[in-house]
Structures are given as structure tokens and as C-alpha cells.
């Protein structure tokens, strides 16, 4: 029986690289749940293993024909695992300028410490509105409203990977103007 479905899973393998859309279908509906299972294991989210699924099959349809899999429960476990791994790496980065203001104020203890941490939340306020309309408006729905990039760009018809950048560029502005902004407090 194992052979047997062996057998199957390859055969549907190399029609899926000659574009075969039944087949790719078929070998999606196939191995959909053990990609998910694998990405929910590791990131314990499901609407984020959802994401991870998801963006695993559409790469594996765009570079089916280029890729040569031979072991396709192998390459799913790679794939998830290698996602799983940049979502994390991604998330370490962007990190919201309200998590960075709490560590700045865990990190003080002086008593004119409420005054500062109200400076630095209309200074934060006023970065975030210096962004470019676009950015802004990715940013507030990313952080305040708790939307990840694919819900976004759904939201505003545009690409998830221009929702990608656009936040990263905006994340790392403000980033950047927020850092040189605490080391200049603990100066003065």
C-alpha cells in the first residue's frame, strides 16, 4: 500500500513540473495538511502557518519545472522549516516602536521618567506620521490594527510583497530616528 501510494505521489510529481494543473492540485490537496501541521508545530499560530502553506505551494507551482524534486515530503519539511525560520527572523526585526518605548522605560528610572516617556510617545507619534502616506498608512494597519501583510495588501488590492517593502523601508526609518532619539536622552 505505502509503495502503492509512493508510486502515486511520484507519478503526480512529475506531472506537476510538466504545469499539470489537475495533478498539482492533487498532490496540494495531498501533502496541504502535513505543510500546515509542520508550519503550525513550529510557529503555534495558525493563520501564520496558514500564510507559511500557502506561500510553500505557490513557490513550489512557480518553480516546479526548475526545481527537480525527487523527494517531495522532504522538500515540504525543508520548505516549512526554512519558512518557519525567516518568519521568525522577520518578526525579531520588526519590532513595534511601543515594545521599544517600554524597554526605554523599563530601562529608566529617574523620576522625571513619566515626562520623558510622554516626550517620546508625541516624538514617536510625529516619526510615524512623517512617513510617506502610503507607509503610514501600512504601518497603522500592521501595528495598531494587528493585520499581517497579506491581509493589508488584500485590503488595499496591492502586492503582499510591496506591503513587504513598503513596512520594512517605514520600519527602518523610524527605527533609526527612534534609536539616535533614546541615545541622545541618555546623553542629556
Not at 518553480?63 to 526554512?82: D, S, T
Not at 526605554?104 to 512617513?131: C, H, I, N, R, W
Request: with cysteine; glycine share 2%; hydrophobic share 45%.
Amino acid at each position: 500500500m505505502a509503495n502503492c501510494k509512493s508510486h502515486k505521489t511520484s507519478n503526480l510529481l512529475s506531472r506537476s513540473q510538466t504545469q499539470d494543473e489537475q495533478a498539482f492540485t492533487a498532490l496540494y490537496e495531498e501533502h496541504w495538511a502535513y505543510v500546515f501541521e509542520q508550519a503550525f508545530i513550529r510557529c503555534r499560530q495558525y493563520d501564520i502557518a496558514e500564510n507559511i502553506t500557502q506561500d510553500i505551494f505557490v513557490a513550489l507551482w512557480d518553480h516546479m519545472e526548475e526545481l527537480g524534486i525527487e523527494n517531495i515530503r522532504g522538500y515540504l519539511y525543508a520548505a516549512v522549516k526554512n519558512r518557519v525560520l525567516n518568519w521568525f527572523e522577520k518578526e525579531k526585526r520588526y519590532v513595534p516602536i511601543a515594545e521599544l518605548l517600554i524597554e526605554y522605560q523599563a530601562a529608566t528610572d529617574s523620576s522625571d521618567t513619566p515626562l520623558l516617556d510622554k516626550e517620546l510617545v508625541a516624538v514617536a507619534e510625529a516619526l510615524v506620521k512623517s512617513l510617506s502616506a502610503k507607509q503610514q498608512l501600512i504601518y497603522r494597519m500592521r501595528y495598531e490594527q494587528e493585520l499581517d501583510t497579506a491581509e493589508i495588501a488584500n485590503q488595499l488590492k496591492m502586492n503582499r510583497k510591496t506591503v513587504q517593502n513598503q513596512l520594512s523601508l517605514a520600519l527602518a526609518q523610524l527605527r533609526a530616528s527612534l534609536a539616535l532619539l533614546l541615545v541622545l536622552s541618555k546623553i542629556f
